[in-house]
């Protein structure tokens, strides 16, 4: 990883911390996407002790707002003449429903259109740092979702798992319509599962939810060890020309039938683009 620039977004806690840790060990230069700027300044220095004499960076933005996810893209692309590898794996589940600023339900807002934007915005330079990678995390929580798009943002009977489900969907149907698009320009798209992991995932959600997940995770896998597949998509020659796929423990794995859909791919893609204004 010597002499590659990694972006990566989440990197401030749980499975995204771990993964920027190992990827500057291993010689990445990282570019943080992060929200609090004590908690990135926090990553930071852990960065410069793994991976020191890098010029690791951070960048400041709520990926829930469409305004500040194209910022920060923008801030990114004029600041980084290539990158090698964007990591998108800031995620939330939120127990009750919120609208951001633009309209938005702000699960499908974080874990979606965060994805879509900030991809869009470095695309250039993904493209002109070919062979580049582009990695989504994204959950096994899809395996009971559906896509209702005349209800994407989930404002009929919202269920925060169930919407959270929905949004992990959306990170596997956009990463193969990604792949697709991409397919021969040497930037390649893959998402993946990093299993059920003790981070901070869910602490905050409100409601129940975080009650029973705080007493679940007794029996989750390490940041450590559920970071590994994210690490394995960044870095490995081993998938370096494989796109489109989704990921787990490091070995493709098969999504739901649902999230194999092309069709419905494509129609998430020009909906997304619209709901995005571009
Ligand atoms: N934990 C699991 O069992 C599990 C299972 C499957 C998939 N996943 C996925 O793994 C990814 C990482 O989650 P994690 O388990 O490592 O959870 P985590 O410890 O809660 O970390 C989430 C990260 O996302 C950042 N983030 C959240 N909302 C943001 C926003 N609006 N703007 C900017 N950054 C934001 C957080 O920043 P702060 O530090 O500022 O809060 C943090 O760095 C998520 O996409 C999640 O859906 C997790």
């Keep these: 990883m010597r002499g590659t620039v990694v972006v990566i977004t989440g990197a401030t806690s749980g499975i995204g911390q771990v993964a920027a840790e190992r990827l500057a060990a291993m010689g990445a230069r990282l570019v943080l996407v992060a929200r609090d700027r ?25 990926l829930s707002r469409v305004a500040d996810t194209k910022r920060v893209a923008a801030e990114i692309a004029a600041a980084e003449p290539r990158v090698d590898v964007l990591i998108n794996n800031a995620g939330a589940l939120f127990n009750a ?28 330079r993904l493209l002109a740092s070919a062979p580049a990678r582009v990695v989504n995390t994204s959950s096994n929580a899809h395996r009971r979702a559906t896509l209702d798009f005349d209800d994407l943002q989930s404002s009929r009977d919202y ?86 796929g989704y990921f787990y423990q490091n070995q493709l794995a098969t999504p739901t039938r649902a999230a194999q859909d092309d069709a419905v791919a494509g129609r998430l893609w020009s909906e997304t683009r619209k709901l995005a204004g571009l």
Excluded at 39 to 51: F, H, N, S, V, Y
Excluded at 101 to 124: I, K, Q, V
């Design 97 to 124: 429903r919120q609208v951001t600023p633009d309209g938005l339900e702000r699960t499908f807002a974080t874990n979606h259109m965060a994805y879509f934007l900030l991809t869009h915005g470095l695309r250039e």
């Design 159 to 244: 269920k925060g798992l169930e919407v959270y489900g929905r949004s992990k969907l959306c990170n596997i149907l956009y990463t193969r319509e990604l792949a697709r698009r991409s397919a021969g320009t040497g930037v390649t798209a893959n998402s993946l599962h990093p299993g059920f992991v003790a981070t901070r995932f869910g602490d905050e959600s409100g409601g129940p939810f975080s009650y029973v997940i705080r007493v679940a995770k007794v029996f989750a896998i390490s940041s450590e060890k559920g970071a590994e597949t994210i690490v394995y998509l960044a870095s490995s020659p081993d998938v370096a020309t494989i796109s489109g």
């Design 38 to 62: 004590t908690r990135g300044e926090a990553t930071l220095a852990r960065l410069r002790e793994r991976g020191p004499g890098l010029a690791h960076r951070a960048h400041y933005a709520d």
